[in-house]
């Protein structure tokens, strides 16, 4: 049985960071690209950043240069850095792996003064 459990959201303020964390079990970590999607109220799903098994990275326009995505296959845990949070950061970040196109559950990130 696939899971992803992400973990290290909360309430920041601007200008501030938080890491995510999204640990998987059921699946054969390192051959899989991971992912870190969020979904704001009222709006879309939308990529935030990718890794794949080879570490190959890619980031959505809106986060690059502010946003690190990360793994490590010992642990079997992806990671999203995220420094100089905005207020439209805030969403719900869930962690994807693909193949298989599997989720987690969400971890809510709320930047806010």
């Known amino acids: 049985q696939v899971q992803l459990v992400e973990s290290g959201g909360g309430l920041v303020q601007p200008g501030e960071s938080l890491r995510l964390s999204c640990a998987a079990s059921?699946?054969?970590?390192?051959?899989?690209?991971m992912g870190w999607y969020r979904q704001a109220p009222g709006k879309q799903r939308e990529l935030v950043a990718t890794?794949?098994?080879?570490?190959?990275?890619n980031y959505a326009i809106s986060v690059k240069g502010r946003f690190t995505i990360s793994r490590d296959n010992a642990k079997n845990t992806a990671y999203l850095q995220m420094n100089s949070l905005k207020p439209e950061d805030t969403a719900v970040y869930y962690c994807?792996?693909?193949?298989?196109?599997?989720w987690g559950q969400g971890t809510q990130v709320t930047v806010s003064s």
């Open positions: 994807n792996a693909v193949p298989g196109d599997h």
């Open positions: 059921g699946i054969a970590f390192r051959a899989y690209t």
């Open positions: 890794i794949s098994s080879g570490g190959y990275t």
